[in-house]
């Protein structure tokens, strides 16, 4: 089946530093979904990305659709305590009749 | 909205027994679907139904897994009988449309010793 390469799998950075991280597939998606999942609960949508190229914020969080397709990426800017959690991208193909794919997650520790 | 619920939030259960997990799904979703996480496999798709119809459950671990959605409004998890290997968080998530964000639930934490 269709997988995704979610990089890096855990960081940890101090209060106030910038976080980058991505996602890769090997084939070609036509939906990007980026997720939070905080300890104890199911994971929550962030932003979600429809068109190649697309750029979109939600505050300190951006995400980009990749224009090849098989990649995105999430930033998150001054970073602070409560972004600590698992960050996972999602996709779905260019099939259009499967359902969303699931990276393996990051896992963002911020050290006050 | 309250959004997806899932009950119970925790369960602890002793090995050979019946588990039943239970979801109620967003309002106006047409799609359902059920996933176990845990730390070795991650998210894991076991089953989704399309307006209470299953249709793809190649997710499904073992025959000891069933799913069931009877109306729009409810879907169970069925684990019969269960074995610690199944310990696991339980997560049910909705979406209106297959091409469409997934909404989750808190999920259930099962253990089984």
């Known amino acids: 089946g269709q997988q995704l390469n979610q990089s890096p799998q855990s960081m940890f950075i101090q209060e106030g530093e910038d976080v980058s991280m991505n996602c890769t597939s090997s084939?070609?998606?036509?939906?990007w979904l980026w997720y939070k999942q905080e300890p104890g609960e199911g994971p929550v949508l962030l932003i979600a990305?429809?068109?190649?190229?697309e750029l979109t914020s939600n505050g300190r969080l951006t995400a980009q659709f990749g224009i090849t397709r098989k990649d995105s990426f999430l930033n998150i800017s001054a970073s602070i305590p409560s972004d600590v959690g698992i960050y996972f991208c999602?996709?779905?193909?260019?099939?259009?009749?499967?359902?969303?794919?699931f990276g393996k997650g990051t896992r963002l520790s911020v050290i006050a | 909205d309250a959004g997806v619920i899932q009950s119970p939030r925790h369960e602890v259960t002793e090995m050979g027994q019946e588990v039943t997990l239970r979801c109620k799904p967003i309002?106006?979703?047409?799609?359902l679907f059920w996933y176990r996480q845990t730390m070795m496999r991650g998210l894991e798709l076991l089953i989704y139904?399309?307006?209470?119809?299953?249709?793809?459950d190649s997710g499904m671990p073992e025959d000891r897994f069933s799913a069931k959605m009877p109306n729009a409004s409810f879907s169970t998890l069925k684990i019969q009988p269960s074995e610690p290997r199944d310990s696991a968080v339980y997560f049910c998530?909705?979406?209106?449309?297959?091409?469409?964000?997934?909404?989750f639930g808190p999920g259930t934490r099962l253990t089984v010793t």
């Open positions: 998530a909705s979406s209106s449309g297959l091409v469409s964000e997934q909404y």
């Open positions: 999602a996709g779905q193909s260019n099939s259009g009749n499967t359902p969303l794919v």
């Open positions: 309002s106006g979703h047409d799609y």
């Open positions: 139904f399309n307006n209470n119809v299953p249709i793809d």
């Open positions: 084939s070609i998606f036509n939906t």
């Open positions: 990305l429809y068109k190649a190229g």
